[in-house]
C-alpha cells in the first residue's frame, strides 16, 4: 500500500539528517521557509526548477465549457491559472527503479 509523505515527515527527515545540527524547530522553519519561497515564486506566475528532481510550472487555462457534476448542467468555467510538475530524466529512472 502507497503511503504519503507529509510535511512533518520532511521536518523529521530534515532533523535526522543533522548535517546541520537542527533542532526539530529550525527543521521546520527551515522546510516552511522553503515551502513559502516555492509558493510566492509560483504565485507571480514564475517557474521553479530544482535539479535532479523536476519542474514546477505555472499554466494558464483559458475560459471554458464544462458541466456541473451535481445536476449535469452545462456551464462556462472561468479561466484560471494551474500548478504543473513534470519530473526530471534522474527522478524519473529512480521511480522506475534504474538508480543513477
Known amino acids: 500500500m502507497n503511503q504519503t509523505l507529509t510535511k512533518s515527515d520532511i521536518v523529521e527527515s530534515v532533523h535526522k539528517a543533522n548535517r546541520f545540527s537542527f533542532t526539530t524547530d529550525r527543521a521546520k522553519e527551515t522546510v516552511e521557509i522553503l515551502i513559502e519561497i516555492v509558493k510566492r ?19 494558464d487555462k483559458r475560459k471554458r465549457r464544462g458541466r456541473n457534476p451535481a445536476n449535469g ?3 462556462m468555467l472561468d479561466p484560471r491559472r494551474v500548478v504543473t ?3 526530471s530524466g534522474r527522478l524519473r529512472g529512480i521511480v522506475n527503479g534504474n538508480r543513477e
Open 73 to 75: 448542467e452545462s456551464m
Open 85 to 87: 510538475f513534470k519530473c
Open 41 to 59: 515564486t509560483l504565485s507571480t506566475g514564475d517557474d521553479v526548477l530544482v535539479s535532479g528532481f523536476g519542474k514546477f510550472c505555472v499554466k
